[in-house]
């Protein structure tokens, strides 16, 4: 079946027979022809759903109760329908054993222009049952940050870090503050920034200050979360969180424990703002990687020198 739907002046493919085929990174056959099946019915429910306006019907046979669970959450900010007919990727065995698709291109519908298009990766379990879903960072930078490592244990620590960063994102847009009160640390340090916008006739204006002003917050894991959900979660039906530029540094004397910059775009009805958000993230337990340090500053602050880019010794 192919039918189409317009969306923000642009007619979307909701075509929903999509293929797609895995060319190498499996070496079992039968779970390689399980994993093609799996995300061609996955992509097609997308599109079917966005065609029909509601949330995906998919089976439950090819896929885990949570990642399921997190794909509706997702399509309560926005539908996702995939335009691409054929999709040929590579698989890989991710460091934690599992199997991953990337590369795969979405349009998140309610998005604006200019964020609409993204990536998603989907992951396998080894029966080839799909396991969770998570909007990517863009490939070359993907490949640049782990090109960047010159050690093993180093290069585990980039891909774990990077499949981080991508769920940690991913919570954001599905609003799962469950997953984010999970992965902060319980005596996190938090700073926010709040804009204070100057009247056009204001003194400020008048003396060709810049128009914009911050004002910085330190808060507690509790106090961040509680503001998160009330204030943002349960007031703006669509939230779109974009992860660019990423940096990701090891700690001069601390192996496992990184600091990752990021340029963060936030869209929402209500807000949207740009600026560069810093994780301080200790990666010495498996599997349970957590965040000490979440700091944001604009992006206007860079321009005016007031502040550089966050360092392991600030």
């Not at 895995?22 to 599109?47: D, W």
């Not at 996702?80 to 590579?90: Q, R």
């Not at 890989?92 to 298009?117: E, F, H, L, W």
């Amino acid at each position: 079946m192919t039918e189409s739907f317009v969306c923000a002046q642009k007619t979307v493919n909701t075509r929903e027979d999509i293929k797609v085929f895995i060319n190498e990174g499996v070496n079992n056959n039968a779970l390689r022809i399980i994993m093609e099946k799996n995300a061609s019915k996955l992509l097609s429910a997308f599109n079917r759903a966005a065609r029909e306006k509601k949330k995906p019907v998919i089976p439950q046979d090819i896929i885990e109760a949570r990642a399921l669970e997190k794909i509706n959450d997702l399509w309560q900010t926005s539908a996702m329908v995939c335009e691409k007919i054929h999709i040929d990727e590579n698989c890989v065995t991710t460091v934690y054993g599992d199997y991953q698709i990337r590369n795969i291109p979405i349009i998140m519908i309610s998005a604006s222009k200019t964020t609409k298009k993204e990536e998603i990766a989907i992951h396998f379990n080894l029966n080839g049952k799909i396991s969770d879903v998570n909007i990517t960072l863009q490939e070359h930078q993907y490949v640049q940050i782990l090109g960047e490592s010159k050690i093993v244990e180093d290069i585990v620590n980039r891909n774990k870090i990077l499949d981080f960063i991508e769920k940690f994102r991913t919570a954001y847009n599905c609003k799962d503050i469950d997953y984010l009160d999970n992965v902060f640390s319980n005596n996190a340090l938090i700073i926010t920034a709040t804009e204070i916008r100057q009247q056009p006739n204001s003194d400020q204006a008048i003396r060709g200050l810049n128009d914009k002003d911050y004002n910085f917050q330190i808060q507690t894991k509790k106090e961040y979360l509680k503001n998160l959900n009330e204030k943002v979660f349960k007031k703006n039906r669509y939230l779109n969180i974009v992860f660019d530029s990423v940096k990701v540094l090891q700690h001069p004397g601390y192996d496992n424990i990184y600091g990752v910059t990021v340029k963060q775009q936030w869209n929402s009805p209500k807000y949207s703002d740009v600026g560069y958000l810093y994780l301080l993230i200790d990666c010495r337990r498996e599997n349970e990687m957590q965040i000490f340090v979440r700091a944001w500053h604009p992006e206007d602050y860079f321009d005016f020198g007031k502040f550089d880019r966050f360092r392991f010794n600030n």
